[in-house]
């Protein structure tokens, strides 16, 4: 009988050991919407400690990373063009695993704040993870074109903690 209960009291300990794995393979699907003007893709994603940096065919329409759980990351998805990076595809992981045009000025907020950071990498991520992504994804596409916005000011102000959403404002040209 003490064999069972002790069974009993184990046995979750054992399926709860893949709850607590600190990163899965994700698959990203790239949604480039026929876009073909470029000699390669170069994916970018960068979390405050180390940057995964790599390539893929132009035909190529997904790839797979194995990225921490529940840590908010910029996914970059770069056409390159005869060796020079045009502007890029994006997706915010976890929330989404479309890289996308409509999603690439929110990316790209995510990867400068964690390229700017001056936090150690876990504090970092820790910050980066406990922004309200969701919302700002939504307002982001409230915008004809996002990239018009001031980044540094969006950056600045999410970095400081004080980000409102009259933050967004154009950028001067």
């Avoid at 050991?17 to 026929?34: A, I, N, P, Q, V």
């Avoid at 996002?146 to 154009?170: E, H, M």
Wanted: aromatic share 16%.
């Amino acid at each position: 009988m003490k064999k069972i209960f002790l069974l009993i009291l184990l046995c979750p300990l054992f399926f709860a050991c893949s709850m607590f794995l600190e990163s899965r393979e994700t698959h990203f699907f790239l949604d480039s919407g026929g876009f073909c003007d470029c000699d390669f893709w170069q994916i970018s994603v960068f979390d405050g400690e180390n940057e995964t940096l790599f390539s893929l065919e132009t035909c190529a329409d997904s790839f797979s990373l194995e990225l921490p759980k529940n840590v908010a990351l910029g996914i970059l998805a770069y056409p390159v063009k005869d060796g020079l990076r045009q502007q890029p595809f994006g997706a915010i992981y976890p929330y989404s695993v479309e890289v996308s045009e409509k999603d690439s000025f929110p990316a790209y907020i995510v990867d400068r704040l964690y390229r700017g950071s001056r936090r150690t990498a876990p504090q970092t991520r820790d910050f980066v993870s406990r922004f309200n992504w969701s919302r700002f994804i939504k307002s982001c596409a409230e915008f004809e074109n996002p990239w018009r916005l001031d980044g540094d000011r969006i950056v600045k102000s999410i970095a400081s903690g004080r980000f409102k959403k009259s933050d967004f404002k154009l950028a001067r040209e």
